[in-house]
């Protein structure tokens, strides 16, 4: 697994920094209204009210109370939508990819729909999901679901149909069964693209989980967001979207982190 460099860390830090130095020279000149464009300066000490209790600490569990933030409240309940609709979606996505991949006959009878499908942005489901499952979660979830969903089954279907034909055939030399080429060939040569679909599928989720938020549910990121739109408060919506961008970045590099661990085999790098 490739070794942590903070010179790398670094070197990625430093076109954010001129980004933030150029964005607090313009709010500082008063080129722009601070309504429409806040400073970062302002932006952070929203941030850092969104994230501390609301209330002061006065007796009780010290943790429960340093926990209670608008900001974490949010996060939380974000998270938990996502990590519940990519379970529901990519549990469905993984078996039907498989199926897909390994049989020409599934392959031919499922292709078409999930072509016609897989185009449909998640978002055109929403009035849909408001009329199935009304408002709250329910909703949110299945949208995050069918976000999830596609990415890991097309990564899947492809995982499969492209194994080396040689493996194949020295398993079948080998004597190596239906189910034994299947598990100890196909799905492990397989992995590397699932894992790829799981990645982008998360991803997704994520993006679909702050729209969702924004029409079906009265909590979460995206929820916070629009209130601060409603209000005016261009610094708490700034503060919001970098806190999904924290979020999010946290969630790629351990995707990442997983994928390196669990692919060191495929790539020959020892532990």
Known sequence: MAKFSWREAAVGLVVPALVIAAWQAVAALGWVNPQVLPSPLAVVQKWVEYLLPLQPYSEGNWLVWALSGELIHDAMGS????????????????????????????????????????????????????????????????????????????????????VDGIYLRAARNLGASGATMFLRVILPAAVPYILSGVRIGIGTAFIVVIVSEMIAVNNGLGFRILEAREYFWSDKIIAGMISIGLIGLAIDVLMNRLNNHLLRWHRGLEN
Request: glycine share 12%; hydrophobic share 60%; net charge positive.
């Open 79 to 162: 998270l938990y939508r996502v990590l519940v609709g990519f379970a529901i979606g990519a549990g469905l996505a993984l078996p039907v990819g498989l199926g897909m991949g390994a049989s020409n006959r599934v392959y031919a009878w499922l292709n078409p729909l999930v072509q016609l499908l897989r185009p449909i942005p998640p978002i055109a489901y929403i009035p849909l999901s408001i009329l199935w499952f009304g408002l709250g979660n329910p909703p949110a979830v299945f949208l995050i679901a069918l976000g999830a969903f596609f990415p890991v089954l097309m990564n899947t279907i492809a995982g499969v149909r492209q």
